[in-house]
């Protein structure tokens, strides 16, 4: 489910108008569930799992609901200065309008991570702020490994100068899924670039089929699963929630003494759109029972090599997908339907009481070991907040596990986006008869797949789990 | 009558307008026209080394001008003359002066080389401005959004180009006819051929037609400027001359330079479904405009197009599209020099400003020496030789001097010549001469910038105020579904002066005139904020800054002397 980090809806409609917002920051772990949920639920979901003393930092907000990234105006205060409740501290230019960014909390601008005139994603660290006078020293150290930290992929020994435009750094996450490309360079139109940034498709991983190999428009949004249209001025706003919102507000009965209200964050904000969202598309749902035994054997076989569970579910169904493409198409305005030209399996997440589906890119074509390097990366990233747009809304079929909970069943809802989502239940021991008539135990594991009728039909989603079963009962093709 | 192409900063990179900038004593300059502003007050010749290496005017074989190998009668003026006034080069500028020399009497011909009409009426703002009325209507009818506001259902909107082209070029031939027809019917001669000085008040044209005039004006114009290193095709690497024949609309063009030439295009080619790349060579787009206007622009002319850029880069080298291969641009750092980035494209526009059309003049025969291709003159446009004196007889207009690079501009230089040369002295105040950009919306300006207003202020210890209005509180714009835009007004409150005015939204071109006839005229701001002006109309945009500044109240008011009708 893609969440987006739309949480400041746009109040600056005018533009050149100045408004002002407030940007919120990370405390200490043990206080911020309290302290965002109360004061600051709009970008608790941002705050940063490292910060032990009371060092906050500073996020690029975002400004309005299409806001990918921000320009820094300018800083209004310079680095130590005093901050009180209240105070702006920032200018920052997004798409619509500049803002005025004023801070939560009092304290000092311990450093500026992003200089004026540079530009950072939303959500990445802009600056930092230091409760006291003595904790600018160790936030300027903090910013100072921050930047290095970024460049330390490169295996430089000694860490770069903090001037050497940290921004750029935080920009752009080394690429991991730079499959051997060769020396080509991407070249892309400029609406092509634009439409990326949008859909948050990630421009390196779409293969252009424009003259020269160039990425056209097009080919994004088939990445992205939408209908190549021809005015694109604006995406359609999605379709207004159905009526029943509105009756149940109406009917709700009064609330319990004593109940405290818990405003959304905007994780849960935009998995609630999203759900509601979903009712809008006919799905069902076909089960299917999988032997896992030869699975099981290969886990164990290939667990020490850091293969998870969860890498062969992916490849498995990655694998499956690439032989029955209408299941990983995706049908976004209700006329026409696209085929996804890569295979990108988004994997529900549970993370401090959200929900996040970071995305495996091209599963069919990664091989196991990569593919479990991968997860195990997207996973340190959805805990630390650290998840480009990219990473967790470039998904074309979604996967459900909750088989380690020990549920045997369960029906998963359907993303809207995406054709179809398979949840997967537990493997136990069941009591199969063979077609002879001889009983045996077998290790049997309950898929249960939910698709969009539109465009995936029964027949459709029965062939593609009885290929997904024999991929898993006969595992080998999985680790070639 | 538009603006001519003006000049992009391509030419100049920042620590060269600075050094020169500081030259001038009086900032006359409008930042929007580059070249304008080095040339600008005329000072010695260390300009002409600073920039002598980057101008480089594209040969022209058909333009080839004889120089004068029979220079006999040299150095004594003949006592009668053919003519009172020879003006060489029939642009905008030749024409403005032509009629306005018949007008007070003089015996008037006017040289021509090429067509009648010049850059403007054929290669220039005529054409473009056909070919931005086919944008606009194109972008109007494509919006969807914007057409379901007014209730309005269109199916798909379409074009063909070589009716648009046409449209470009008939327009470019009527009005050419017209001008012609307008002279002849004056009685102007119109002589054909390419026009040289000879010497003093005596000018050659074609093979060998030596003529006589006691005033000779020259109006040569200039020709797009094209950096070196890049190749001009006219098919897939081109300038603006081949652009406004519309030949082909590449999928994906990209234009080098960000100002006026570029940016109409950019509407152009956009409106007709092209992607476009900018590259400036300055750190921001539109680096001539007023910064609060340009941001704006930027919102709403580039960001929701398909458009992307880049800034502070220099292409170094364009290659033409061939043997299979798109057109290869290699982008280099503008200020450290360093390779940058290569970009595939389908078509180049080069559109890096313009260089004066003065090569082959005779110009040695006078003793002038030209500054990087413009010829040196003073504020009443008399040519000042390579000794910095007057060359007695001898003006130049337009382009071809640099002062201010629009057809209008030349235009009104050229009356102001005559004015003089007819007895009545003129100088030409060219804060006062407005200039637009035909985008949709339209970007226009008069006067000084923020930026140089403050700057004067500063120097000058006045105070500099500014007023803004936004087109979504005008009734008419609202009607029309076209609120995007301001327009801003900079001002001295303590004697209700307009330093400047800029607009950018709809009409903004056809706006700006109440605020540049004020400049010309001296009016002040509690003068005109009195007058009236129709509701609902757009202009009420301007009488809303008029009514908003906030002029302190001991400023004098000229007593309007009211006749009351009975």
Known sequence: ?480 | MALSFSQTSFTRPNHVLGSTGSVFSTPRSLRFCGLRREAFGFSPSNQLALRSDRIRIPSRKSFQVFASASSNGNGAPPKSFDYDLIIIGAGVGGHGAALHAVEKGLKTAIIEGDVVGGTCVNRGCVPSKALLAVSGRMRELQNEHHMKSFGLQVSAAGYDRQGVADHANNLATKIRNNLTNSMKALGVDILTGFGSVLGPQKVKYGKDNIITAKDIIIATGSVPFVPKGIEVDGKTVITSDHALKLESVPDWIAIVGSGYIGLEFSDVYTALGSEVTFIEALDQLMPGFDPEISKLAQRVLINPRKIDYHTGVFASKITPAKDGKPVLIELIDAKTKEPKDTLEVDAALIATGRAPFTNGLGLENVNVVTQRGFIPVDERMRVIDGNGTLVPNLYCIGDANGKLMLAHAASAQGISVVEQVSGRDHVLNHLSIPAACFTHPEISMVGLTEPQAKEKGEKEGFKVSVVKTSFKANTKALAENEGEGIAKMIYRPDNGEILGVHIFGLHAADLIHEASNAIALGTRIQDIKLAVHAHPTLSEVLDELFKAAKVESHATTRTVSEKVVV
């Open chain 1, 1 to 480: 489910m893609a969440v987006s980090s739309s949480s400041f809806l746009s109040t600056a409609s005018l533009t050149n108008s100045k408004s002002n917002i407030s940007f919120a920051s990370s405390v200490s772990p043990s206080l911020r569930s309290v302290v965002f949920r109360s004061t600051t639920p709009a970008t608790s979901h941002r705050r940063s799992m490292t910060v032990r003393s009371k060092i906050r930092e500073i996020f690029m907000p975002a400004l309005s609901s299409t806001m990918t990234e921000g320009k820094i105006v300018s800083w209004i205060k310079t680095e130590g200065e005093k901050l009180a409740k209240g105070e702006s501290v920032v200018v920052v230019e997004s798409d619509k309008a500049d803002m005025d960014v004023e801070t939560f909390y009092d304290g000092y601008l311990a450093a500026i991570v992003v200089g004026e005139g540079e530009t950072a994603p939303v959500g990445a660290a802009i600056g930092l702020l230091a409760e006291t006078e003595a904790e600018i020293e160790e936030a300027k150290s903090k910013a100072a490994s921050k930047s290095s930290s970024s460049v330390a992929e490169a295996v430089v020994p000694s860490p770069p100068p903090v001037t050497s435009s940290p921004a750029s750094a935080i920009a752009q996450p080394a690429p991991v899924t730079a499959v051997s490309d060769g020396p080509r360079k991407t070249v892309a139109t400029p609406y092509a670039k634009k439409l990326a940034k949008q859909h948050k498709v990630d421009i390196e991983s779409v293969a252009g089929t424009g003259p020269f190999g160039r990425i056209t428009a097009s080919d994004v949004e088939t990445a992205a699963g939408i209908a190549p249209s021809k005015s694109s001025i604006a995406p359609p706003p999605p379709p207004p929630p159905p009526v029943t919102a509105k009756a149940t507000t109406t009917n709700l009965p009064p609330l319990l003494p004593d109940s405290s209200i818990v405003p959304f964050t905007a994780m849960q904000s935009a998995v609630s759109k999203n759900m509601i969202e979903s009712l809008s598309v006919p799905t069902f749902r076909v089960g299917y029972p999988v032997n896992t035994d030869a699975l099981d054997a290969l886990y164990e076989k290939v667990k020490p090599k850091g293969v998870t569970m969860t890498a062969l579910l992916a490849k498995a169904a990655g694998m499956a997908l690439a032989q029955h493409p209408v299941v990983n198409a995706s049908c976004k305005d209700g006329k026409s339907f696209s085929y996804n030209s890569s295979i990108n399996i988004a994997v529900a997440v549970a993370i401090n009481g959200g929900l996040i589906t970071p995305v495996l890119q091209d599963a069919d074509k990664l091989d196991l070991y990569l593919l479990s390097q991968k997860w195990k990366e997207l996973v340190g990233k959805a805990r630390s907040k650290q998840l480009q747009p990219h990473e967790y809304n470039s998904g074309t079929f979604t996967l459900s596990n909750l088989g380690m909970f020990g549920v045997d069943r369960f029906d998963a809802i359907l993303p809207p986006g995406q054709g179809a989502i398979m949840a997967v239940g537990a493997s136990k021991p069941t009591v199969v008869a063979d077609k002879d008539g001889f009983f045996s135990v077998k290790n049997t594991m309950l898929v249960n797949v939910t698709a969009d009728h539109r465009i995936v039909y029964g027949a459709d989603l029965a062939a593609f789990l009885q290929t997904f079963a024999k991929i898993i009962e006969n595992p080998d093709s999985l680790t070639l």
